[in-house]
């Protein structure tokens, strides 16, 4: 089981990039937890005791289609996507309905910093320092109904924003979806920033799901609309090749992409000689998650 201290902090409260760095040389590759209790922070450890990638590889290394296909395209193009003022429709089978302002989302939830391994379905991987909230709070606040059992997720599509959109690389908008189960698990949550600092166009500003134990293509970044529903949602990927893209899409090291080994990744950061490693069941969160899936056929239900 991954390490998890948490602990309750405003969004105020949450550790600048140079405070982080220093705290991260006293953790030092083991990520372990001690001393950290008085430092005022929240901290998940990523598993294996990753060290975090420095904040210039987490944003300059993206994969944002609606900006365009490179991995420099979103930090070259994302600064068009206007932000402010920002919503989400919440639908569905709940009790409030409604569009929330962002900013309204933000002094109803409490904001955690979160150190999460991020493995992406090209096997590479970084690690993370988020801050957010867990999903299952806002879900709460929205009030869900007894029937559902999925939750749908829509990115904004901004065409005179996202250039990207103006190729069909992808049916536009950007959908995502999980099983309510697995959007209510404490270690779903909504991001806000990274390093302490409100997260980047390039990374789903204001506001993107992250699922640690998932391929990174389920956190769906820049959400505009989540839905309750009693139906499996349709997601973005699966639409566009169901063989390659499943719907749960978890880290498998035993379950190969059809076109290249998903045994091990790449650790961004190393430059073109970047050390390669196993990749971990369910991303190393194995011991949290695993539960969710018993009984089902991993090889299958991909």
């Not at 429709?89 to 962002?102: H, L, Y």
Request: aromatic share 12%; hydrophobic share 40%; with cysteine.
């Amino acid at each position: 089981m991954a390490n998890r201290w948490i602990n309750t902090l405003k969004d105020k409260d949450v550790t600048p990039e140079d405070m982080f760095l220093n705290r991260r040389q006293i953790m030092g590759g083991a990520l372990a937890g001690v001393g950290l209790a008085g430092m005022g922070s929240s901290v998940s450890a990523a598993p294996e005791g990753l060290e975090p990638n420095s904040y210039e590889e987490i944003t300059s290394y993206n994969n944002y289609y609606e900006f365009g296909t490179g991995k420099d395209d979103p930090a070259r193009y994302a600064g068009k996507l206007t932000t402010t003022p920002w919503t989400v429709q919440i639908d569905g089978m709940v009790d409030n309905p409604g569009e929330f302002a962002f900013e309204d989302i933000m002094k109803a939830m409490t904001i955690e910093e979160r150190i999460y391994k991020f493995r992406c379905v090209e096997a590479w991987s970084m690690v993370v320092p988020w801050n957010g909230f867990e999903l299952a709070d806002l879900l709460n606040m929205a009030g869900v109904q007894s029937g559902a059992k999925y939750v749908a997720f829509e990115t904004a599509l901004r065409p005179d924003e996202m250039p990207g959109v103006a190729y069909p690389v992808l049916d536009w908008p950007y959908v995502e979806g999980l099983r309510l189960d697995e959007a209510m698990h404490p270690l779903t949550i909504m991001a806000t920033g990274i390093y302490g600092k409100d997260i980047p166009n390039q990374n789903g500003a204001p506001l993107r799901l992250v699922v640690p134990w998932k391929y990174g293509f389920k956190s769906i970044k820049s959400v505009v609309k989540i839905t309750l529903t009693d139906k499996q949602p349709a997601t973005s990927w699966n639409k566009a090749n169901a063989r390659e893209y499943g719907f749960y899409s978890n880290v498998n090291p035993e379950v190969d992409h059809p076109r290249w080994s998903q045994a091990s990744e790449r650790l961004i950061g190393g430059g073109l000689f970047s050390k390669r490693v196993p990749t971990l069941m369910f991303n190393g969160y194995e011991g949290e998650v695993a539960g969710l899936y018993e009984g089902m056929d991993l090889a299958k239900d991909i």
